[in-house]
């Protein structure tokens, strides 16, 4: 029988690492969630009704938080694309060279349009900061309560704004 070769398989399982760590902390709520629910019948002599009143409360926070995850991860990337997209246009232009099409050109505060596909734009000014390439701003937003996450949405906003106004200033 002749040797075969081996077969060699890497697999990067990295995102079953991840979703194995998230179930390994929901059911580490949900035992904590069950077994305070117990106590509290026991050692603080609760009524059965409202230990499974407040089982039922704090299951439902715990689930409502897993159901939001994905909210908070897609807000998150909205953010990151939306600055990206707002930021992104510059640094085309920094980089100097030769246009491939008719754009504007925004310097200084400034914009113009450039109809010849031929013509190269003026030098960046400001130094590093001016030429540096952009980068992805990713917000994660972990919130146990949706309503005050709305009623703080303003300010999350505000924060991301001078956060990106600093990072533009080279801070």
Do not use: C, Y
């Not at 070769?5 to 069950?34: H, K």
């Not at 694309?81 to 099409?101: D, H, K, W, Y």
């Not at 991301?160 to 080279?170: E, K, N, Q, T």
């Amino acid at each position: 029988m002749p040797d075969a070769d081996p077969i060699v398989v890497s697999v990067d399982i990295s995102a079953f690492r991840r979703e194995v760590t998230e179930a390994e902390r929901l059911s580490r709520g949900f035992g904590r969630a069950l077994g305070d629910a117990l106590e509290g019948g026991v050692v603080r002599g609760r009524s059965l009704t409202d230990v499974l009143r407040g089982l039922g409360a704090r299951l439902s926070a715990l689930a409502l938080s897993a159901a939001l995850k994905p909210v908070e991860n897609a807000l998150g990337g909205l953010f990151s694309n939306l600055t990206r997209g707002l930021l992104g246009g510059v640094a085309p232009f920094a980089a100097g060279g030769q246009l491939s099409a008719p754009g504007v050109l925004a310097s200084g505060g400034a914009a113009s349009a450039l109809a010849d596909p031929g013509a190269a734009p003026p030098p960046a000014r400001g130094g590093p900061a001016a030429a540096a390439a952009t980068a992805p701003v990713t917000v994660n937003i972990a919130t146990p309560d949706i309503e005050g996450f709305r009623r703080s949405e303003t300010q999350v906003a505000a924060a991301l704004a001078r956060a990106v106004a600093r990072g533009r200033r080279g801070l």
